[in-house]
T-cell receptor, first 111, second 113 residues
């Protein structure tokens, strides 16, 4: 079975631009969560979606938004990019909130 | 969600048993304890989860004392490939899917030959 997939693997943007990251969960998983991981730190929770509804939101500005589609895939959008948004963005899918299966991440660099 | 405290780093040698302890003094009654492993430039990988006493799987053991204010991840006979960051998390293990995982800084384990 395929694990969680994310695209693209790497991305370079400039300040002020907008970016869309994509995630496909493990087949059968209805919950998708997004995390931001800055170098040297643990992942920080951004959003959780379950059955296409937002179930949780972390302490991130409104520039961050997400949605989940009927096939349970998900997109994370970040507007007006800042240098500090450079990070590894991780997507995780799950049946239960604790045992989450993470994808390889998208490395975003903002110049 | 309960905050966790764990050592920033640990060193070990191949073949040794490694024990990483995590403190979670404010753990709630319905919280589970979960450990994840992360290699550089990869997403975290679930290792083990427990609620009380001892849990063992093919990768590790998790020891949880009666007061549940701490837990110890035990990795038997580590190899160089076990070099990674290990995160201890506590949270609601229910099926409500309304929670979130709170990662700390983790413990960087360096296994030496």
């Amino acid at each position: 079975d395929a694990g969680v997939t994310q695209s693209p693997t790497h991305l370079i943007k400039t300040r002020g631009q907008q970016v869309t990251l994509r995630c496909s969960p493990i087949s059968g998983h209805k919950s998708v969560s997004w995390y931001q991981q800055v170098l040297g730190q643990g992942p920080q929770f951004i959003f959780q979606y379950y059955e296409k509804e937002e179930r949780g939101r972390g302490n991130f500005p409104d520039r961050f938004s997400a949605r989940q589609f009927p096939n349970y895939s998900s997109e994370l959008n970040v507007n007006a990019l800042l240098l500090g948004d450079s990070a590894l963005y991780l997507c995780a899918s799950s049946w239960t909130v604790n045992e989450q299966f993470f994808g390889p991440g998208t490395r975003l660099t903002v110049l | 969600l309960a905050k966790t405290t764990q050592p920033i780093s640990m060193d070990s040698y191949e073949g040794q048993e490694v024990n990483i302890t995590c403190s979670h003094n404010n753990i709630a009654t319905n919280d589970y304890i979960t450990w994840y492993q992360q290699f550089p430039s990869q997403g975290p990988r679930f290792i083990i989860q427990g609620y009380k006493t001892k849990v063992t799987n093919e990768v590790a053991s998790l020891f949880i004392p009666a007061d549940r204010k701490s837990s110890t991840l035990s990795l038997p006979r580590v190899s160089l490939s076990d070099t990674a960051v290990y995160y201890c998390l506590v949270g609601d293990g229910g099926s409500s899917n309304t929670g979130k995982l709170i990662f700390g800084q983790g413990t960087t384990l360096q296994v030496k030959p």
